[in-house]
């Protein structure tokens, strides 16, 4: 075997182990991504649930919260954060108002300590154990229970399964909004709005019905901006992260969302870094405000619905700014500037596609037609060149065994598409493609019947029709 064909074959070994190996990336990097986010975020959030920073009041003056701070640290660490307020009335009021997570009352015969279950059953359990040490015995110590949990919200924690029901579909109809073609990007918030409201209306109808949620209307207006903010975000996101979508919507919407919304395992009991992502992911604050709609009179409601309405804002952000990059490459092409050299700026490349139903996470076609000819048979192999308004070429494909093409990621505006087939006289379309579109074209061919006879014979020349 000579040099040649011998580099020439390691060459092709190389080819064909690269292939599976290019395979096997393309089908695992999703699943590597959720598989290393569920490691990374469910595990160290919610593994060992522990006090950390719970803002809590004691009944008494500084001296008497000092004491209590100095002995709750030595047992937590960083555990607690201790404040004085006058008496025990205001340390209730505090737990109510939602400016503590627990009151402490102390005293040599009766000490009281005042928690909210609605607040969660675990943290309530991490407040009597710690405050139980502090009075020397859990016997001694009377539990006031000042925001009752629902009859069948056992745990305080329902709201967390209620709120999860508009996270998450409202990611899964964005990503369905993406397919609809016919929708522009007004058409999808519209759209988003529509569902929010069915969505939120239904969810309440069925939590009050079975006793999981109490009768508080505005927890509609809750679930309305929870399942709008996710699904706007999602649909800004779409245009920028293409294919990444999946992943970076799952990775939010879920994957970090559920650990850190404080209903499986309550905000103080997590550390610092996922309190943080509690703080500003939608559906943590959308269980902050459902708790404070159905349990505590609508206290803290303020700053969630803030941070919810701010995600919503963000999305419809996204999408202006999608416009105007778009506006901005249709203004440039027309006025024949030369291409701006920016990621940021760059449009879909036309692309024919096979004719097949599109799954999701595949491109949307957005001109699909069929080539028959007059007896309405299928036109196999025919071409199909579709031009823009200035007569240039875009792209160029050929129908399958049952004459349909399909293309995609074609600019908008006037569309000139062409259809010829071997024997058959051409025939052109114009067409108006406008965003979120699609548009059809369909051709029916004539054969040429005519034929030309030869000088020698003298016949007649007949001219196509």
């Known amino acids: 075997m000579d040099a040649g064909t011998e580099r020439d074959t390691v060459e092709s070994s190389k080819r064909s182990l690269g292939r599976p190996a290019k395979a096997l990336a393309e089908a695992a990097w999703f699943p590597a991504v959720l598989f290393l986010g569920i490691i990374f975020v469910f595990a160290p959030a919610l593994h060992a649930p522990g006090p950390h920073h719970v803002k809590v009041v004691v009944a008494g003056g500084e001296a008497a919260a000092a004491r209590i701070d100095a002995d709750l640290d030595a047992r937590y660490p960083g555990g607690f954060d201790v404040h004085n307020v006058a008496d025990p ?43 139980g040490e502090v009075a020397g015995s859990a016997d001694r110590l009377a539990i006031r229970d000042v925001a009752p949990t629902a009859g069948k919200d056992l745990l305080g924690s329902t709201v967390l399964y209620f709120a999860t029901a508009w996270n998450i579909p409202a990611y899964i109809l964005a990503t369905m909004l993406l397919r609809a073609v016919a929708f522009d990007r007004r058409r999808k918030l519209m759209a988003i709005a529509v569902v929010a409201a069915v969505f939120s209306g239904v969810g309440y109808a069925v939590g009050t019905a079975l006793g999981y949620l109490n009768a508080e209307p505005a927890v509609m207006g809750v679930a309305f901006l929870l399942t709008t903010a996710v699904a706007t975000a999602a649909s800004g996101l779409a245009p920028f992260t293409r294919q990444f979508l999946p992943a970076i919507g799952m990775t939010l919407f879920i994957v970090i969302s559920i ?26 604050n959308a269980v902050d405000a459902l708790r404070g709609v159905v349990y505590f009179g609508g206290a803290g409601v303020l700053k969630p619905v803030l941070v919810l309405c701010a995600w919503i804002a963000a999305g419809a952000g996204l999408l202006g700014l999608d416009f105007l990059r778009h506006r901005r490459a249709a203004v440039r092409e027309a006025v024949a500037e030369p291409p701006v050299d920016d990621p940021a700026l760059e449009t879909p490349v036309p692309t024919a596609l096979p004719v097949h139903r599109h799954h999701f996470g595949e491109p949307v076609p957005v001109l699909t037609g069929a080539v028959r000819d007059l007896d309405q048979e299928p036109v196999r192999g025919a071409a199909v060149i579709v031009l823009d308004g200035r007569g240039r ?73």
Not at 261 to 284: D, Y
Not at 410 to 436: C, Q, T, W
Request: hydrophobic share 45%; net charge positive; aromatic share 6%.
């Open 89 to 131: 009335k205001q340390a209730r009021q505090a737990v109510l108002d939602r400016g503590a997570f627990a009151g402490y009352a102390p005293d040599e015969a009766h000490p009281v300590l005042y928690v909210a279950k609605a607040n969660g059953a675990s943290l309530e359990q991490t407040l009597t154990t710690a405050f």
């Open 259 to 284: 650990p850190t919304s404080g209903g499986a395992v309550p905000a103080p009991l997590m550390p610092g870094f996922f309190q943080g992502l509690h703080a500003v992911m939608p559906l943590a």
């Open 393 to 465: 070429q875009l792209v160029s494909t050929v129908t399958d065994q049952q004459g349909r093409y399909a293309v995609t990621a074609l600019p908008e505006g006037h569309l000139v598409v062409v259809a010829s087939a071997p024997g058959m006289h051409p025939l052109a379309h114009r067409k108006l493609l406008r965003a979120g579109e699609m548009v059809t074209a369909n051709f029916t061919l004539a054969r040429r019947e005519a034929s030309v006879e030869t000088a020698v014979s003298g016949g007649p020349t007949t001219v196509p029709r």
